[in-house]
């Protein structure tokens, strides 16, 4: 995607204009409206190393010192280094029809589809069906073995306890059909809200305690253990930074369609179009 005459389309949609003018404005703190900056002027991340994928992924996740990969087939798991160098295959006990995603906490591994969500224990590998009649739009960890869960048909969060119990954590007279989710270090979580740009953060009581606006409706989040979050919308080559209150705009190169966000360290992995894994240094931000 370029705003370039070129192969591609110049342009997806108005709205995308729009929020790429107002990412601009925030990213160089401007003021005033009407006046759009070429996207080529905002600083493009680079891959540092690439992966063409053997089979088509629906998701990537962090895991310890590597990425987990689910795989389209819904049959089982790549674990991949840093460096993506394959590390070890994990074949799923059960196949999952349609897999959306992957998730992963020190003790366990979690895979959903669009109506359950399944956890194996990592010393197991035995996957079973954990939450069920559940359209997961983000999860985030607890605590070990303590989930999480945005529900994008009840549009709702719900807790998913260590030994199977749930309850309603979260309704959507505090957050308006909640997505995707991360759990941060100091013990809060960050959400997506679908039905506005906001990124909402609350505490382990179910309590928001801030809210900050996104320049588009994003659907993918990630979180790099310092405070900074990473956010962006699937299919479109930009990436949102927010460190300490501060949005700073980047672009992928214009082939990239982003599927899924991760990352370890200072390793930002992509899963591009479900075909290849592009990992990027995300710069500091100011």
């Not at 795989?71 to 059960?94: C, F, H, K, M, Q």
């Not at 109506?115 to 739009?137: E, F, N």
């Not at 809200?193 to 320049?215: D, E, H, I, K």
Request: hydrophobic content about 45%.
């Amino acid at each position: 995607m370029s705003l370039c005459l070129g192969r591609e389309s110049p342009i997806r949609s108005l709205g995308w204009l729009a929020a790429v003018g107002a990412a601009l404005c925030l990213v160089a703190g401007c003021v005033g409206a009407g006046r759009v900056v070429p996207v080529s002027s905002l600083p493009q991340l680079e891959p540092v190393v690439t992966v063409e994928l053997g089979s088509s992924a629906v998701g990537v996740c962090g895991d310890g010192d590597g990425f987990l990969v689910l795989e389209n087939s819904g049959t089982r798991i790549v674990r991949y280094s840093l460096a993506l160098t394959v590390l070890d295959t994990l074949p799923l006990t059960e196949r999952v029809t349609a897999p959306a995603g992957v998730a992963a906490d020190r003790f366990y591994i979690y895979v959903y589809d669009d109506h359950t969500l399944y956890r194996m224990s990592k010393d197991k590998l035995i996957l079973q069906a954990w939450l069920g009649d559940v359209r997961v739009a983000g999860l985030a960890g607890f605590e070990p073995g303590i989930m999480l869960v945005s529900d994008a048909d009840r549009h709702a969060i719900w807790y998913k306890g260590l030994f199977g119990e749930s309850r309603l954590f979260m309704s959507s007279a505090e957050i308006a059909r909640p997505g995707a989710m991360v759990a941060l270090r100091d013990g809060s979580f960050a959400v997506l809200s679908a039905a506005s740009r906001l990124l909402y953060f609350f505490n382990r009581s179910g309590v928001v305690t801030r809210s900050v606006s996104l320049p588009a409706a994003c659907d993918l989040l990630a979180d790099k253990d310092n405070g900074v979050l990473c956010t962006g919308q699937r299919g479109e080559p930009l990436v949102w930074v927010l460190k300490d209150g501060r949005l700073t705009c980047f672009r992928l190169p214009d082939s990239i369609s982003p599927l899924s966000f991760a990352v370890v360290g200072s390793s930002f992995a992509v899963l591009d179009a479900g075909t290849h894994i592009r990992v990027y240094r995300l710069p500091e931000t100011e």
